[in-house]
């Protein structure tokens, strides 16, 4: 079959992935790929793992002798990068908007572009660290200005609170336990959709070290399978319950597929902040915890924390980034 026809029959999969690809690289590497597919395309042949090619610039490109292709496709790629970079603009005018709509008095700092490869880990110093075993940090060793917010449990479902998160778009990661988030999967599912990482913290919430080997993992590999008929994702971070661990308990996350075990600097609440040490600043990488908790538990709501937790970061100088980005 022909090249464009093989295309077109892609269709839908490849301007899926030529979005999914602008988003994931961003829009210079996306015009490098556009001008070299419009090229082998008119050179009349596509490798297989080559065939993010939209719909206009596959029409655009059929029949044309190879270096039209490439004009069309250098021309094309342009046109792409400018609107990308309105897209841009448009956003941020949305982000600062919004800022001021939810209270804060400056937009929350932009984290930098993500590491080109994951931080290599190992445990945090007086954590267990042996060979095998996933490493257990409380902060990701960088040099970027970035803190990780990671909210768990999921006792409270506040709408208000993912839009506000989706509004200033703040990275974060859920771990989820399933004996309190079970009741309305749904929340989740949509906060994942918003681009909301979510990470394994247990079937029922239990203290670790008190069970068996043999509990310990079903309750991690249990909560593997729940998650991904859930929500679609098999997680490769772990947080147990309190913080509370055993070598038992890293063994048997190792075989449930988890990959590392992020515990936290600082604890966030919606009338405090809890420094973990004595300087009471963050530092580059720190693991911010919070809880999916209401005003019954604490003195406000979610919002409260976030607002907090932003104005804390910004004064100090820190973006919020995205845990998986690192690790
Ligand atoms: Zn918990």
């Not at 257990?136 to 917010?149: G, H, Y």
């Amino acid at each position: 079959m022909p090249i464009i026809g093989q295309i077109r029959q892609n269709d839908r999969r490849a301007s899926g992935r030529w979005r999914q690809l602008r988003r994931a690289v961003g829009a210079s590497t996306v015009v490098a790929l556009a001008v070299s597919c419009a090229a082998v395309s008119g050179a009349g042949h596509l490798p297989d793992d080559r065939a993010p090619l939209d719909r206009p610039l596959a029409a655009a490109v059929e029949g044309l002798p190879l270096g039209e292709a490439q004009r069309v496709g250098a021309e094309y790629a342009a046109a792409s990068l400018a609107d990308y970079a309105h897209a841009l603009e448009r956003a941020e005018a949305r982000r600062v908007a919004a800022a001021k709509r939810w209270g804060l008095a400056t937009p929350p700092l932009r984290p930098p572009a993500p590491p080109p490869q994951k931080v290599e880990l190992a445990s945090t110093p007086g954590l267990i660290a042996d060979a095998g075993l996933p490493p257990v940090v409380v902060r990701v060793p960088t040099d970027d200005k970035v803190v990780f917010l990671t909210i768990d449990d999921g006792w409270h479902k506040d709408p208000r609170f993912t839009r506000m998160l989706r509004e200033l778009d703040i990275p974060y990661s859920a771990f989820l336990s399933d004996y309190v988030a079970k009741d309305d999967y749904d929340y989740f599912r949509r906060m994942h959709r918003d681009g909301a990482a979510v990470q394994n913290h247990t079937l029922h919430h239990k203290e670790m070290p008190k069970l068996s080997y043999a509990q310990q993992r079903r309750e991690i590999c249990d909560m593997q399978e729940v998650l991904k008929k859930e929500i679609g994702v098999t997680p490769r971070l772990f947080r147990p319950p309190y913080g509370a661990y055993n070598r038992d308990t890293l063994r048997a996350a190792a075989t449930c597929g988890i990959e590392a075990v992020p515990l936290w600097a600082e604890e966030a609440w919606a009338e405090k902040f809890d420094w973990g040490r004595a300087d009471r600043v963050f530092h580059p990488g720190d693991i911010i915890l919070t809880h999916f908790r209401g005003p019954q538990e604490w003195g406000g709501t979610m919002n409260d924390m976030l607002r907090r937790t932003l104005k804390t970061a910004t004064d100090q100088g820190f973006a919020l980034a995205r845990l998986e980005d690192y690790i």
